[in-house]
């Protein structure tokens, strides 16, 4: 409506003028400011809605001009949603299905690289931090909810937790940079392609990782320690944090999962004893789990460019300013080397637990008292294994070096030079597939069936990498069993039992587990919520969803209707189907 008088209307053309002709949109936005500031008395409310009431068919410049003036008002998720820390703030534009696609480019526990350089030297953690993070990336540009976007990324949090520390990030004097800096990685991942499908690592079946033998073996191999039980158990929690993307409390129980202030502190205590070649083996032993799962094409871990991050002011440290051989050297000293080193070099533990994880220390060297445990190692494998008996082990009865290794504790170095010692010739065995490029059929079913010998071995034998051994496999269709869980025995029947089942369940029947997975399912939903399902069954609520989310995956439909305020979990009408087949399918007695 026009203006009554002409003089309103000069003083209202005269301040638009004084907006409008800011050379920016920010600048704009500050002008606007204090014209709201100066009317604030008179207007009932100036927020993001109401801003929608100031006309009609506005163009998207003013209405990032709007956005910008409302900036210091705005809640700090609102911030983040309207894009205010960029050149042109907008109405969020991208799509569900846009977002869930950005969700699989995300793990649970945000990269540890950048999440060390957003989280403040005081006041937060990064373990606490680090899921909120994942779930802001969801909000730019979205009219996911908080509560959405946690759950979207791996459900390690709910919308609270997420609000809670984001009001944490705003009273930060780097929250503007923060905002940037999540602005910047969401263009990127909207962009581009990421090399892992978190989304796919946060499904997989996680039964078996590093095995207790292949622990040994590793050891053994890398001339590690295999200390106590509590050291198997952090090498293979953190293996499972860095494939899955998932926090430590997520860590399956027969997995050996334990997240105490303890745990931690051992597990700290691990990364400093870490050198780079038990790091390799770890890693080479995270390739042959992924290949397990028929994943070629990822690497086991992968950060988002540091260069998005260039020119900010950010509350932590930089992990590329640490003075790597200084660091190596301190590692090595103190009884709590980590928190020793950082507090010499001026930083954050977990900062020098991400450098470390990515460059471990070397070994110490060799020194006279290591030497002379070496001799004594030889003495005794002397002692245990005299010429005779290696004989008859190796030539008689054709056993390998890592099966006699595994046999009698002594590792395969030294086995090998206890050969030489005795002149026993070493055989090239299945070195000769590796020169003629192939493996055969019947050599394969011999050892990995019938001798129920482990892939990883075998692909040592043959000079070949685990994933490769995998492949020989799948071309001479020989199934996998799976690793350190159930028998192969078991693994063969699962398609005859599939064959059996309800034709509406064969498609979820494609492993030994599954069968538990539809127990789980089915024994849940007499119960208003998953964490309360999880709680009466005894499992962790993420290991539940986890699996209720691979079976609607490999069937191909939703199962349930997650539980929201006010209303409880229900299945849906093709997951009530599932429910009563798989109650026919276990029977009378049968329990999860």
């Known amino acids: 409506m026009a203006p009554p008088r002409a003089a309103d209307t000069a003083v209202a053309v005269t301040v638009a003028l004084g907006i409008l002709e800011q050379p920016g949109i920010q600048p704009a936005g500050e002008a606007l400011r204090r014209l709201l500031e100066a009317v604030r008395e008179e207007l009932t409310q100036i927020s993001v809605t109401s801003i929608d009431s100031w006309g009609r068919g506005i163009s998207p410049v003013l209405q990032s001009v709007h956005l910008a003036a409302l900036a210091p008002s705005l809640r700090p998720s609102e911030y983040v949603r309207y894009r205010v820390a960029t050149e042109t703030p907008h109405r969020p534009a991208r799509t569900t299905r846009d977002i869930e696609q950005r969700a699989r480019k995300i793990p649970t526990m945000f990269w540890p690289s950048w999440t060390v350089r957003l989280t403040p030297s005081e006041g937060v953690h990064a373990r606490a931090l680090a899921p909120v993070l994942a779930a802001l990336l969801l909000i730019p540009d979205s009219r996911t909810s908080l509560d959405q976007a946690a759950g979207l990324v791996g459900d390690a949090i709910d919308g609270t937790e997420v609000s809670r520390l984001l009001q944490e990030l705003d009273n930060l004097p780097q929250w503007p940079d923060i905002v940037t800096a999540l602005d910047r990685l969401t263009d990127h991942l909207d962009a581009d392609d990421t090399p892992i499908d978190y989304g796919r690592r946060r499904l997989l079946d996680y039964t078996g990782l590093l095995p207790h033998d292949r622990w040994l073996e590793i050891c053994r191999r890398t001339g590690t320690p295999p200390g106590t039980g509590r050291r198997e158990r952090i090498a293979r929690s953190q293996l499972f944090r860095r494939l899955s993307g998932l926090p430590a409390e997520s860590v399956p129980d027969d997995l050996g999962g334990l997240d105490s202030a303890e745990f931690r502190a051992t597990s700290l205590h691990f990364t400093a004893l870490q050198t780079p070649e038990l790091a390799h083996a770890l890693q080479q032993e995270a390739l042959g789990f992924l290949a397990s799962h028929h994943i070629h094409d990822e690497p086991v871990t992968w950060q988002p460019p540091a260069t998005l991050l260039a020119g900010l002011s950010l509350p932590g440290p930089d992990p590329a300013q640490v003075d790597l051989p200084c660091l190596h050297q301190l590692i090595r000293e103190r009884r709590h080397p980590v928190q020793h080193a950082a507090q010499v070099l001026g930083t ?14 070397p070994a110490p060297p060799l020194t006279k008292n290591t030497a002379r445990a070496t001799g004594r190692i030889r003495q005794q494998a002397r002692q245990t294994i005299p010429a005779e008996r290696l004989t008859q082990l190796y030539l008689e009865e054709h056993r390998s070096l890592q099966q006699i290794a595994t046999l009698t504790g002594f590792s395969r170095r030294v086995l090998t030079d206890l050969a030489k010692e005795y002149g026993i010739p070493l055989r090239e065995g299945p070195q000769d597939y590796k020169r003629r490029g192939a493996i055969e059929r019947d050599w ?25 051994m995998a492949r020989w496999a799948h071309t001479h269709n020989i199934p996998l069993r799976p690793r350190g869980g159930a028998s192969h025995h078991t693994a063969l029947r699962t398609p005859e039992q599939a064959a059996d089942a309800p034709a509406i369940l064969r498609d979820a029947l494609t492993s030994p587990n599954a069968r538990q997975r539809l127990e789980r399912f089915a024994a849940a939903l007499p119960y208003p919520t998953v964490t309360d399902a999880a709680r009466a069954l005894g ?54």
């Open 348 to 361: 954050t533990v977990e900062a020098i637990r991400h450098v470390l994880d990515e460059h471990p220390a």
């Open 444 to 468: 394969l079913i011999e050892q990995y069936v019938h001798r129920r010998r482990t892939l990883p071995d075998l692909a040592r034998e043959t000079g070949m990498s685990t994933a490769n």
């Open 539 to 592: 499992i962790h609520q993420s290991t539940l969803t986890t699996q209720i989310n691979r079976l609607e995956r490999d069937l191909g439909r939703p199962l349930i209707e997650r539980a929201e305020r006010g209303r409880r979990m229900r299945p849906t009408p093709f997951g009530r189907r599932v429910a009563a087949a798989t109650k026919r399918l276990i029977g009378p007695g049968g329990r999860p």
